[in-house]
């Protein structure tokens, strides 16, 4: 653990604390210039990938003695059962399948740890109460009746776009999953399981007997009729013609082979990746054709080993990672012209989207030309507005007049992927059908991807960063929109980062790049939040349970990422001479870190709120050195005002 004292010699102390930890961060740069961290999910991912293994029959019995120790690891001792992030309360689905995976390995039903997990379900209406993705693959795995799952015909996949459900009216997460769970629904194979394992002791009542399993996701009257409409599907699917389906299955395939994305898997993220190796599977694709070793060696490319342990990342996020990275190098002082910023800024430029114009054109009038850049190494068909935002920032930031028609392209596509009500999605502009969310699938609440305040106030310090002021109208727009979304209390929602803390860090960074008077009343609203939750401490905390009704003040303890949030966030207010930013930064000080990472084991990223959350190991690198080095240089220099929409 590296630790320096607090006090005096404060610039002194803070500059030798930047260096080391630059260079430290440095250290952790690949060969050919990017960065990678790895990206933690719950129990979910390293069940799931047992499971496939099974259904395929080729249990992996070295991969699965890592992912069994991880699994135990991460089993709560205080309910039992699996929770969606370190120290969350218990979740029936991820329990479900956690227990599952673990007897799959060959972990005893009767073992201690087994047993607490077995009671924890059962207590709390067993396995039936799982939500629908999970529900799917009990049925898969013949634990369920099909009936327990929502009916999803593959026949959508010929619908016309203008019916109420289509593929396009759908986020990009959504489409990619559901594709394959389309034709695996259709087919309704019968997985190999070479165990004959089942789980038939954590249902209250046995699976067949069950009349409960699909329920009306939002309580509205609409979705009680779309949940008749299913129950009729039920018995009316046997009855659809069957050269239709043949069709549909046909034209799912095509979907999914345009977009195999060689060995970064379909959507780049591992529940469609994993879908479609079972799909192909399924379709009787031997094992040495071409599309299925693609898509097999996709999933295996997510496992991670550390020591006797290991478990299944969800995807990777180099361009998130290097583009935060060098953001943080920079703002330590790290030479634009040396060789670590040029050689990552030109793995970045080497990334960026500018020949396949993807999903994300569907619906627009007059769609941009692509510039965009994804989130994983590739993701041709899926670039995000997000990244596309930060990688054009540090672009810009780095001066590199070598990257300029880059960084300009990127501003053309982000403008062009501005929805109606001048904010941004992640993936999509007006993926806004909100009726979709009554459909018996959407129970995760996770179907859409509308605009949210984080994305959009990285688009909006983008594009001010280059120079556009209010006065330009996508800026304008946006600018708007971030300021009807404020919270009641003065803070605005993180949707991709948790929580208030993540999202009103990126919208002050916003309205500072765009020349905000640092008095303005949004601006004083949301600095009075930020320092009514700082803790004792001095730093920030703000727990995944805040993304439920009724829970959004919970803090667990003071993690790394949120505090240099928080003291980004009260810098770009102005607030650099605060008392609270400078107990902010001695907490980051002071806190424990070993070589470029402080210790952080509470999750702090968001996948889906409330059903899925993630745990970039990155954060407590790159976010903590960037907030002490912008407040070593603004303490250094006597400036309010910083220079960069982040």
């Known amino acids: 653990m590296d630790g320096l004292a607090f006090g005096f010699g404060l610039k002194d102390t803070l500059g030798e604390l930047v260096s080391r930890v630059r260079d430290q961060l440095k250290v952790l740069q690949k060969a050919d210039g990017h960065f990678v961290f790895e990206l933690e999910a719950d129990a979910t991912i390293p069940a799931e990938y047992v499971l496939l293994c099974h259904f395929l029959g080729e249990p992996a019995r070295e991969v699965e003695a890592g992912i069994a120790i991880y699994l135990r690891s ?20 991820a329990s479900v399948k956690a227990y599952y995976a673990l007897k799959l390995i060959g972990d005893h039903p009767d073992a201690p740890h087994m047993r607490r997990a077995r009671e924890a379900i059962l207590s709390r209406g067993g396995a039936a109460r799982c939500n629908v993705l999970t529900r799917f693959l009990l049925a898969l795995y013949g634990q369920i009746p099909w009936r327990g799952v929502p009916v ?56 067949e007997k069950e009349r409960q399993y699909n329920i009306n996701p939002t309580g509205s009257w609409w979705g009680d009729v779309l949940l008749a409409l299913d129950t009729a599907l039920q018995y009316g699917e046997r009855f659809l013609p069957r050269p239709f389906r043949r069709r549909a299955i046909d034209k799912a395939l095509a979907f999914v082979k345009e977009r195999l994305n060689g060995e970064d898997g379909l959507g780049a993220i591992f529940p469609p990746m994993a879908f479609l190796v079972m799909a192909y599977d399924a379709l009787g694709f031997s094992r040495d054709h071409p599309d299925f070793v693609t898509a097999r060696r996709a999933v295996d490319k997510l496992l991670v080993r550390n020591g006797k342990s290991g478990y299944c990342q969800p995807c990777v996020s180099p361009v998130w990672d290097t583009s935060l990275s060098v953001h943080a190098l920079l703002e330590a002082g790290e030479a634009a012209d040396g060789r670590a910023i040029r050689g990552a800024l030109d793995w970045l430029r080497d990334r960026q989207v500018l020949d396949v114009v993807g999903d994300w054109a569907d619906g627009l009038e007059n769609p941009p030309r692509p510039g965009g850049w994804a989130f994983q190494y590739g993701n041709a068909f899926y670039p995000d507005v997000d990244d596309t935002a930060v990688v054009g920032m540090v672009l810009h930031r780095s001066g590199d007049e070598r990257h300029r028609e880059a960084w300009e392209r990127a501003a053309e596509w982000v403008i062009g992927m501005q929805s109606r009500n001048g904010g941004w999605g992640a993936y999509d502009a007006d993926n806004t059908h909100a009726y979709l969310n009554h459909i018996p699938f959407a129970d995760h609440g996770a179907l859409l991807d509308p605009p949210t305040a984080d994305v959009s106030a990285r688009c909006v310090g983008f594009l001010a960063q280059l120079g556009h002021g209010l006065e330009h109208q996508a800026v304008r727009r946006g600018v708007e929109y971030l300021l009807k979304e404020q919270e009641r209390d003065g803070s605005w929602f993180g949707r991709w980062g948790t929580n208030y803390v993540y999202g009103t860090w990126s919208v002050l960074c916003a309205l500072n790049a765009v020349g905000f008077d640092h008095d303005h009343p949004a601006i004083r609203r949301a600095v009075d939040w930020l320092l009514f939750r700082q803790r004792p401490d001095g730093g920030w905390g703000e727990d995944c349970a805040t993304y439920w009704a009724g829970r959004r003040t919970e803090a667990r303890a003071s993690t790394p990422s949120q505090t240099a949030w928080a003291v980004l966030g009260l810098m770009a207010a102005g607030e650099v001479q605060n008392e609270a930013v400078r107990r902010g930064v001695a907490f980051l000080e002071q806190a424990p870190r070993t070589g470029a990472r402080w210790e952080e084991t509470l999750y702090t990223g968001v996948g889906f709120p409330r059903v899925f959350y993630l745990r970039y190991h990155g954060y407590a690198a790159y976010f903590p050195l960037w907030a002490i080095a912008r407040y070593r240089s603004l303490i250094s220099g006597n400036e309010r005002r910083v220079a960069y929409g982040m």
């Not at 991460?74 to 689905?93: E, I, K, N, T, Y």
């Not at 759908?170 to 165990?195: D, E, F, G, H």
Request: glycine share 6%; aromatic share 12%.
């Open 74 to 93: 991460r089993q709560s001792a205080v309910h039992g059962g699996w929770p969606l992030f370190h120290g969350g309360d218990f979740d029936m689905s």
């Open 152 to 207: 999803m015909l593959v026949e959508v996949m010929v619908l016309p776009r203008w019916f109420p459900f289509h593929l396009s009216k759908v986020s990009y997460w959504s489409r990619v999953t559901l594709v394959p769970m389309l034709i695996l629904q259709a087919l309704k194979p019968v997985p190999r399981n070479t165990c004959g394992v089942d789980i038939r002791e954590l249902f209250t009542l046995p699976p």
